[in-house]
């Protein structure tokens, strides 16, 4: 198995369920690096918002990407440059949020900086009361840094930027009974499942599976030199892609059943121990 590339998801995979990486994965993703692996981080997130990884990882000093926003923003750290994919505009905006009235869902229209919250008075009451009970931020964490976070009440509001993705949210229940629904609604875009609350959607083709195989031709590596790691359905393009995809231990089950390999969970060092299978292993064999 000669590897050249490793591609991390983040929440779920190569964080633990505390947000951090553990010390053995840490430390192996540090060797692969000196033996000439290359590291891509894809992740829902954008650069700026994984910054806790990619300095404790060193993954600037290296020949090391970020996949980011699930693909469409490709960063190449050593040549320091931006590759975007396909956008959504105004009206695709103004078609989730439409559904998102209809079917009472709250929708986050995600452009760089400015994140746009449409949710209605009474999902933002009940949202307002879980986040005191249980501390959990009303902007989800986007409202970081120069990041603002938005709310609009109008499904026809005219967002004049480009928009990355948009984020729709309601419960892990709710999602159960209506997410088939929201499918073919919008069968025009890719619909992904990042969590049993948390749905991303993305213009149609925009992948980390598509941001992979475009590192790759860019870098002359090939789809059998690759692995990947993920839990969650917006990672199932990679394992598509790639000829090793790796799931967590905690992975959805519709993921795992792409899987070259299930590993151990991401709070067991899951990352560490497939490493240590597929390339520190094999590699100490051969001396």
Known sequence: MAIKLIALDLDGTLLTSKKTIDEETKKRLLEVQKMGISIAIATGRDKGGIDFVSKPLHLEEGKNFVAGVNGQIIYDFAKKEYYVDG???????????????????????????????????????????????????????????????LPIQDCEYEITQDINKFVLIQTAAYFKKHL???????????????????????????????????????????????????????????????????????????????????????????????????????ARAKK
């Open 180 to 282: 088939n629904s929201i499918r073919r609604e919008l069968s025009d875009y890719d619909i992904l499942e990042v969590g049993p609350a948390w749905i991303e959607i993305m213009p149609k083709g925009v992948s980390k599976g598509s941001a992979l195989l475009k590192i790759g031709k860019e870098n002359h590596i090939s789809p059998d030199e690759m692995m990947a790691f993920g839990d969650a359905e917006n990672d199932l393009t990679m394992f598509q892609s790639v000829r090793y995809g790796i799931a967590m231990g905690n992975a959805m089950e519709s993921l795992k059943r792409y899987a070259y390999d299930v590993t151990d969970t991401n709070d067991q060092m899951g990352i560490a121990k497939a490493l240590d299978k597929y390339i520190f292993y094999p």
């Open 87 to 149: 956008v959504f505009g105004a009206e695709d905006a103004k078609n989730v949020m439409r559904l998102g009235k209809k079917y009472d869902f709250e929708v986050i229209s995600c452009c760089g900086y400015d994140n746009y919250d449409f949710i209605s008075k009474k999902l933002k009451a009940k949202k307002k009361i879980r986040s005191l009970l249980f501390g959990a931020p009303m902007d989800y964490g986007f409202n970081q840094g120069k990041r603002r976070f």
